[in-house]
């Protein structure tokens, strides 16, 4: 007896398991707590995923001289 029911149970196991893989996945969607007054489209991010890691350059920043500044206040090449 109890090999029968092993037998029924196994595979119904299975079918269980394989529906479940194959089932669609809830697409997530955000709802902006703003109101977007310029027509466009409002881009939404998930705040709790996680970024792509990103080495930043340790170059020190320096000012440019008075000297090689134009006008506009941008630097001269």
């Keep these: ?5 092993t037998r029924l149970i196994i595979p119904a196991a ?8 194959t089932a669609e996945e ?3 969607t955000y ?3 703003v109101e977007d007054l310029s027509g466009g489209e409002l881009q939404m991010a998930d705040p709790d995923a ?6 930043l350059p340790e170059t020190e ?10 006008e506009d206040g ?4």
């Design 74 to 77: 941008a630097a001269e090449e």
């Design 50 to 55: 996680e970024g792509v890691e990103v080495d």
């Design 61 to 70: 920043m320096t000012n440019v001289p008075p000297e090689e500044m134009s």
């Design 1 to 5: 007896m109890t090999n029968s029911v």
């Design 31 to 33: 709802e902006p707590a």
């Design 14 to 21: 299975f079918a269980l398991a394989l529906a479940a893989c």
């Design 26 to 28: 809830e697409e997530t």
